[in-house]
């Protein structure tokens, strides 16, 4: 087995994590020496200094990157996050992982990420907006329709990749929609993005439960995070009839066995931003969420938040990665001991984000727009064809469902990069 090296610029917990992950699937695949280090360390990153004018005429300066791991197989592909807790590690594990989950599905896109240090509750709207402009405007030499196409993430939101367009647009003197997705409709964002990601969640949660032969009207799930991600899977699998038993922010959670009224959860977030005060359930901690006794629990929050203690005590039949990266490489191996869960790994869980973000690119390109059902069958169909793809890798050289989903992934990008050889 490879010896997992990390590069200092990198150096991070998650970062670790991805390497590791990726020299387990390389090992597995038998990828030859010669292309395993140019498949998993990124192409390109840029770090950014962003002063603002703060609404009281003070300047502040924030601090950005950008990481592009692969551009081998198209543009490079991922979102942007403005959290207090953004590294440059963290920004280049997100976009190794967005590079396995565009080849895993078949997208003709390689993997990218962004982030600024910041705490969005702190800024202004105004604020916001001069801090959002500020930072796609130092992108713009390494961004482009056919370069890098950013979207929204954690702390960021359609209004926000409105202004990045806006911005990109005056640079280049016309109105450019396929710069960023998870745009306004207004200005040429898709039909079904917004719910993209908690959908497919969603839909492969369903389409598990069927193999399994649970029906979903049986079935129980705890939701960890009740962002776009957490909100939307729990308004789907609401829809589809099950019943969601447990929900969660980064200030409260909340179990109620009878199932939480997801309705009138969504509401409240609505209009109170967090879950804090909630009354549609008993108060537990994040921690008693992930491990009570139900079908499925879904981590939708943030990375590394499965330890091997917290898999140990799972209850659930199936654990569902709508986050990235929530399973700790530790937890993995107490996982696959166990034998008595089903996982269904990140980078095939949550594609349906980036899989809907193709579809808004397309739509940009072409200058022609789909319905709202166009985009969720087009989505489902792909998510069919990943599911199946993993089930035959799985079956073909018995590896559990996350090597197959890996291998599949790094297999297609190390490909890739075999076929375009190695520039003098």
Not at 179 to 187: D, E, M, N, Q, S
Not at 220 to 232: L, R, Y
Not at 311 to 317: D, E, G, T
């Amino acid at each position: 087995m490879s010896k997992v090296i990390v590069s200092p610029l990198y150096d991070s917990d998650v970062f670790r994590m991805a390497c590791r992950q990726f020299d387990l699937a390389a090992d597995a695949i038998n990828l030859p020496e010669a292309i395993r280090d140019r498949t998993k360390w990124p192409k390109r990153c840029l770090a950014v200094s962003l002063p603002i004018r703060r609404d009281d005429g003070s300047i502040s300066v924030f601090e950005g990157y950008r990481v592009q791991h692969s551009l081998s197989t198209g543009p490079s592909k991922g979102g942007i996050r403005f959290h207090p807790g953004v590294t440059i590690g963290e920004v280049a594990a997100l976009a190794m992982w967005m590079s396995w989950k565009c080849s895993l599905v078949g997208l003709p896109y390689g993997g990218a990420k962004g982030g600024v240090i910041v705490d969005p509750a702190q800024l202004s709207t105004a604020e916001m907006e001069r801090l959002s402009r500020r930072y796609i405007q130092e992108l713009i030499p390494f961004i482009g329709p056919q370069v890098d196409v950013p979207a929204p993430d954690m702390g960021t939101n359609e209004t926000i990749m409105g202004w990045m367009v806006d911005t990109y647009s005056s640079h280049v003197g016309h109105l450019e929609p396929a710069i960023v997705t998870g745009k306004p409709l207004a200005l040429g964002g898709s039909q079904g993005r917004r719910e993209a990601t908690g959908a497919g969640v969603a839909y492969l949660l369903k389409r598990y439960l069927e193999d399994m032969g649970i029906p979903v009207a049986e079935a129980t799930v705890a939701i960890q995070g009740f962002g776009n991600v957490g909100a939307e899977t729990a308004a789907a699998l609401d829809q589809y009839g099950a019943r969601i038993v447990a929900i969660s922010d980064h200030t409260a959670a909340f179990h109620h066995a009878a199932g939480i009224n997801v309705r009138r959860a969504l509401e409240y977030v609505r209009y109170n931003k967090v879950l804090r005060d909630f009354d549609g359930g008993t108060p537990i901690t994040n921690e008693e969420l992930l491990t009570l006794k139900c079908t499925a629990v879904v981590p939708a929050a943030i990375e590394r938040v499965i330890t091997p203690e917290i898999a140990a005590r799972l209850q659930c039949r199936i654990l569902a990665e709508a986050a990235n990266g929530p399973t700790t490489n530790e937890a993995d191996r107490v996982l696959d001991a166990r034998g008595d869960i089903e996982l269904i790994p990140d980078i095939l869980c949550n594609s349906g984000g980036v899989i809907v973000s193709y579809f808004e690119w397309l739509q940009n390109l072409q200058h022609f727009y789909w319905s709202r059902d166009e985009v969720l069958t087009k989505l489902f169909a792909l998510l069919d064809k990943a599911k199946e793809s993993v089930a035959y890798q799985q079956r073909k050289f018995k590896f559990s469902r996350r090597l197959a989903a890996l291998t599949l992934g790094i297999g297609r990008v190390a490909e890739a990069k075999q076929s375009r050889g190695l520039f003098p």
